[in-house]
T-cell receptor, first 113, second 115 residues
Framework: KNEVEQSPQNLTAQEGEFITINCSYSVGISALHWLQQHPGGGIVSLFM???GKKKHGRLIATINIQEKHSSLHITASHPRDSAVYICAVSTRGYGGSQGNLIFGKGTKLSVKP | EAGVAQSPRYKIIEKRQSVAFWCNPI?????LYWYQQILGQGPKLLIQ????????DSQLPKDRFSAERLKGVDSTLKIQPAKLEDSAVYLC?????????????FGSGTQLSVL
């Protein structure tokens, strides 16, 4: 079993729909990252969470440390949101350094106009 | 603020040839990572540097891969000799040392095709 599991693997939505992508992990973490990767593009960090909830524009990320679960929500989805969304967790590092980063396999989102 | 710079953007080589990738992290970022992302998979850590020291290289295939970060700034990743299964995107990322929860910044990656 992978240490970071994402669901769904693929998601197709109509423009305007509310989208949720889920991430579950099985290791101790210091932080959880949500990343966005466009085709042929690099990776952009959307959020880094260690507790609670963060919001940026139409994107909302939540984390439940006790349940080892995080969700990424996109409100009023748009075709430009089409990308791969990757969940990654930072394991606890030592000496103040950031620990290893473990990635999920990603969720491929396609938003149709 | 300038982002993480990587070059080249694309590279096509034949198997058994050598290749090198370059990364310039964000100024002041002490932590630098090299990741390998095979098509359809999430990135896999190859090596993590803290300044010019190696923190984690447990998943680096040391018989053919090498990386260095002289002076604790720029880094190069080399593959010698390349195999077909090395075809992937090689991503460089950096973060600040001061806060262990500092956000990660990724470069655009180098897409390697081994023929």
């Amino acid at each position: 079993k992978n240490e970071v599991e994402q669901s769904p693997q693929n998601l197709t939505a109509q423009e305007g729909e509310f989208i949720t992508i889920n991430c579950s992990y099985s290791v101790g973490i210091s932080a959880l990252h949500w990343l966005q990767q466009h085709p042929g593009g690099g990776i952009v960090s959307l959020f880094m969470l260690s507790s609670g909830k963060k919001k940026h524009g139409r994107l909302i990320a939540t984390i439940n440390i006790q349940e080892k679960h995080s969700s990424l929500h996109i409100t009023a989805s748009h075709p430009r949101d089409s990308a791969v969304y990757i969940c990654a967790v930072s394991t606890r590092g030592y000496g103040g350094s950031q620990g290893n980063l473990i990635f999920g396999k990603g969720t491929k989102l396609s938003v149709k106009p | 603020e300038a982002g993480v710079a990587q070059s080249p953007r694309y590279k096509i080589i034949e198997k058994r040839q050598s290749v090198a990738f370059w990364c310039n992290p964000i100024s002041g970022h002490a932590t630098l990572y090299w990741y390998q992302q095979i098509l359809g998979q999430g990135p896999k850590l190859l090596i993590q540097f803290q300044n010019n020291g190696v923190v984690d290289d447990s998943q680096l295939p040391k018989d053919r891969f090498s990386a260095e970060r002289l002076k604790g700034v720029d880094s190069t990743l080399k593959i010698q000799p390349a195999k077909l299964e090395d075809s992937a995107v090689y991503l460089c990322a950096s973060s600040s040392f001061r806060d262990r929860n500092e956000k990660l910044f990724f470069g655009s990656g180098t897409q390697l095709s081994v023929l």
